[in-house]
């Protein structure tokens, strides 16, 4: 997998956070935890360190999914960080650390921890369960290496596997996350300036249709993308089949569909359309 060579103020974050991220790194190579970028900062990677596209949103947060095998090594890797390494417990959520009092740090824990139903619960108050579906499968398929200034090396989410991850989360919790939703739009609406050689080599069936639309395609390729993640797991396919079949079947029934007209500007039967070739690409 490739190397990205990327700054600060592309991915519009202070080099202050170059501190935080020693320390992180510290306490992951003490306990031998390997771990990967995802989140927003993770898709301003794509967009804006490497594609030069202005990001949609900002974010105060910064997320990594921790690979965690053993009990009680989760808990361990956050007592030493909190203890040896400055960052504050967050009674709100069990899987947040604060930097300096103004970063938010999500370790998003995944691996042989899970209980069985793709979840990982931990023992405190606010929010203690978390859904781990999509994360062992985006780490297994493989993923870049994000080099920030020369000083970090640590691997980051591939734009399928983000796009499979929101799609996971706002399934959980559609009250709360919209979000989610515009941020899938907004990478499908750029997806194929950012893929365009790769799509013209790899995918060149799809260019056969003289009237083809390119968002069509690009959507088209992500399903294919996203596809060869989630076949890893019988169960993380069904649920992404699942969410994409219940978007496109009824046009007005399509709270993805909805959402999507806040960021596109269009109509609700034009976002199905572009769901439709994001599912059909899937089942391919």
């Not at 504050?88 to 103004?102: A, F, R």
Request: proline share 3%; aromatic share 10%.
């Amino acid at each position: 997998m490739p190397t990205y060579k990327i700054n600060y103020n592309q991915l519009s974050q202070q080099p202050g956070i170059t501190e935080m991220l020693y320390a992180l790194q510290r306490g992951l190579e003490k306990f031998g935890i390997d771990f990967y970028l995802v989140g927003a900062v993770a898709r301003n990677v794509w967009m804006t360190g490497i594609n030069n596209i202005a990001p949609r949103r900002t974010t105060g947060d910064i997320d990594f999914a921790v690979l965690i095998n053993d009990d009680g090594l989760y808990e361990a890797l956050k007592t030493y960080l909190i203890i040896t390494e400055g960052f504050q417990p967050y009674k709100g959520n069990e899987y947040v650390l604060i930097w300096k009092e103004n970063l938010e740090v999500d370790l998003l824990p995944f691996g042989a921890i899970d209980d069985g139903d793709t979840k990982f619960t931990s023992n405190g108050l606010g929010l203690t369960s978390i859904s781990l579906q999509g994360f062992t499968e985006i780490y297994n398929d493989g993923l870049p290496t994000l080099d920030l200034e020369g000083k970090h090396q640590f691997k980051f989410c591939t734009l399928p596997g983000i796009v499979l991850l929101k799609l996971i989360a706002w399934d959980d919790r559609p009250e709360s996350r919209r979000d989610d939703i515009k941020d899938i739009s907004d990478i499908l609406n750029h997806f194929f300036d950012m893929n365009d050689n790769e799509i013209f080599e790899n995918h060149h069936d799809l260019f056969e249709k003289e009237e083809a639309s390119l968002k069509h395609i690009a959507a088209r390729v992500m399903g294919r993308e996203m596809s060869k993640i989630a076949k890893k797991n019988e169960l993380l396919f069904s649920r992404i089949v699942g969410i994409l079949d219940s978007n496109t079947l009824v046009s007005q029934n399509s709270e993805m569909a909805k959402i999507m007209v806040e960021y596109y500007d269009n109509t609700i039967d034009d976002n199905v359309q572009l769901l439709k070739h994001l599912r059909q690409g899937f089942s391919e």
